[in-house]
């Protein structure tokens, strides 16, 4: 299984951004992906994650209302659209693949299995 995320980059606050993530290299007939952050020195902590085939998704509490995740299924590919920037949303993103599905809530790092090199997001004041 392989994760390429893409799409970070630097934005002023208040900005927007929209990740990719996508997979490739397996057959399962369903998965989930998921969204992670690490800031330098803190913990990687959940974004969001998306089942592929019934379409459900989970949000974190700080992305819930700005943040928004899609999936292309055609394409194995995942997206996550990210409104309203604030400076504490700096952080190296990473996306992740989860083949025990469906998930019913976003769940912690090590229930995923495989996982993207990550992608640097940086929001300046």
């Known amino acids: 299984v392989q994760l390429q995320a893409s799409g970070g980059g630097l934005v002023q606050a208040g900005g927007s951004l929209t990740l990719s993530c996508a997979a490739s290299g397996f057959t ?24 592929a085939n019934d379409g459900r998704a989970y ?21 996550l659209q990210m409104n309203s920037l ?7 993103y990473y996306c992740a693949l989860d083949p025990r599905v469906p998930r019913f809530h976003l769940g912690l790092p090590y229930e995923y299995d ?12």
């Open 28 to 51: 399962f007939d369903d998965y989930a992906i998921g969204w992670f952050r690490q800031a330098p020195g803190k913990d990687r902590e959940g974004v969001s994650c998306i089942n």
């Open 59 to 79: 949000y974190s509490e700080f992305a819930s209302g700005r943040f928004t995740i899609s999936i292309d299924k055609a394409k194995k590919t995942v997206f």
């Open 86 to 92: 604030k400076p504490e949303d700096t952080a190296v």
């Open 114 to 125: 495989y996982w993207g090199q990550g992608t640097q997001v940086t929001v300046s004041s």
